[in-house]
């Protein structure tokens, strides 16, 4: 049996499976991760994204942060990898998806149950009075965009560094990781805390730990039970062939 019909069976034996992902899903969306040789802080200094920076510079930030999450990330469509998932889940599989990501594609891609660790990138909320409003071409013509009931600053609803996990999306998806009995983490280094802690509570409570990256993470060696080698979109290509 090979690591992709094995991945088949935990998937099919499992009465809860949850999905944990990081950037490495959506590198193949050409959306590029953070940290790495190809990442984003190589060429952008990561202070645009830290809270106190932002509230001193919110026009310098929003250059920035527009340019990279909405002209750029805003063109990101989901691989095949997102599309596995949710199908996955449409078919009664896959129970809730937890991402790291700010991107989106998990839902374009039509998964339904998915919480946003970090945030997500379609919703602008009010660093003063907290509306929030659907990320438009007309919010974003000025920067900083302002809130049209008290004129403040504008922030995308993710979390910047120096900022608290939203606290409702953090209880839940702990809560998740517990009912977990086969919990698959995908495209994630597991540098990031609080969010590298997910997997390893799902595994305290007895989980089996299926791991895809492309290279070996600091869940591997710990945690993982089935580790999986290879591109995210490829590998669970494989897997969805072995279990239909």
Same mark, same amino acid.
């Given at each position: 049996? #090979?690591? =992709?019909?094995?991945?088949?069976? *935990?998937?099919? #034996?499992?009465?809860?499976?949850?999905v944990f992902t990081g950037a490495g899903v959506s590198v193949e969306s $050409?959306? %590029?991760?953070?940290? $790495?040789?190809? $990442? *984003?802080?190589?060429? =952008?200094? %990561? +202070? +645009? *994204?830290? *809270?106190? #920076?932002? =509230?001193?510079? %919110?026009?310098?930030?929003w250059v920035t942060i527009k340019e990279i999450f909405y002209d750029y990330f805003g063109k990101a469509e989901p691989n095949e990898a997102h599309r596995v998932i949710a199908r996955l889940e449409e078919d009664g599989y896959v129970k809730a998806? +937890?991402?790291? #990501? +700010?991107d989106n594609l998990h839902?374009?891609? $039509?998964?339904?149950?998915?919480?946003?660790?970090?945030?997500n990138s379609r919703d602008l909320v009010c660093t003063e009075c907290g509306t929030k409003y659907p990320v438009t071409d007309e919010l974003l013509a000025e920067l900083p965009p302002k809130c049209k009931k008290c004129g403040e600053v504008l922030k995308p609803d993710f979390v910047f560094f120096g900022e608290a996990i939203p606290e409702q999306e953090e209880k839940l998806s702990f809560e998740e990781a517990e009912k977990a009995d086969l919990f698959i983490v995908i495209g994630t280094t597991g540098e990031v805390q609080p969010a590298s802690l997910i997997p390893v509570v799902a595994k305290s409570k007895g989980a089996k730990i299926l791991e895809i990256n492309i290279k070996k993470s600091n869940f591997t060696d710990d945690i993982t039970d089935l580790f999986i080698e290879e591109k995210a979109a490829q590998a669970m290509k494989k897997i969805e062939a072995e279990l239909y």
């Amino acid at each position: 049996m #090979n690591k =992709y019909q094995k991945a088949a069976e *935990l998937i099919k #034996n499992s009465k809860h499976t949850t999905v944990f992902t990081g950037a490495g899903v959506s590198v193949e969306s $050409g959306v %590029p991760p953070f940290r $790495g040789e190809k $990442g *984003l802080w190589n060429e =952008y200094d %990561p +202070i +645009i *994204l830290e *809270l106190k #920076n932002f =509230y001193k510079n %919110p026009e310098k930030s929003w250059v920035t942060i527009k340019e990279i999450f909405y002209d750029y990330f805003g063109k990101a469509e989901p691989n095949e990898a997102h599309r596995v998932i949710a199908r996955l889940e449409e078919d009664g599989y896959v129970k809730a998806v +937890i991402t790291q #990501n +700010i991107d989106n594609l998990h839902q374009k891609a $039509g998964s339904q149950n998915v919480f946003e660790f970090h945030g997500n990138s379609r919703d602008l909320v009010c660093t003063e009075c907290g509306t929030k409003y659907p990320v438009t071409d007309e919010l974003l013509a000025e920067l900083p965009p302002k809130c049209k009931k008290c004129g403040e600053v504008l922030k995308p609803d993710f979390v910047f560094f120096g900022e608290a996990i939203p606290e409702q999306e953090e209880k839940l998806s702990f809560e998740e990781a517990e009912k977990a009995d086969l919990f698959i983490v995908i495209g994630t280094t597991g540098e990031v805390q609080p969010a590298s802690l997910i997997p390893v509570v799902a595994k305290s409570k007895g989980a089996k730990i299926l791991e895809i990256n492309i290279k070996k993470s600091n869940f591997t060696d710990d945690i993982t039970d089935l580790f999986i080698e290879e591109k995210a979109a490829q590998a669970m290509k494989k897997i969805e062939a072995e279990l239909y």
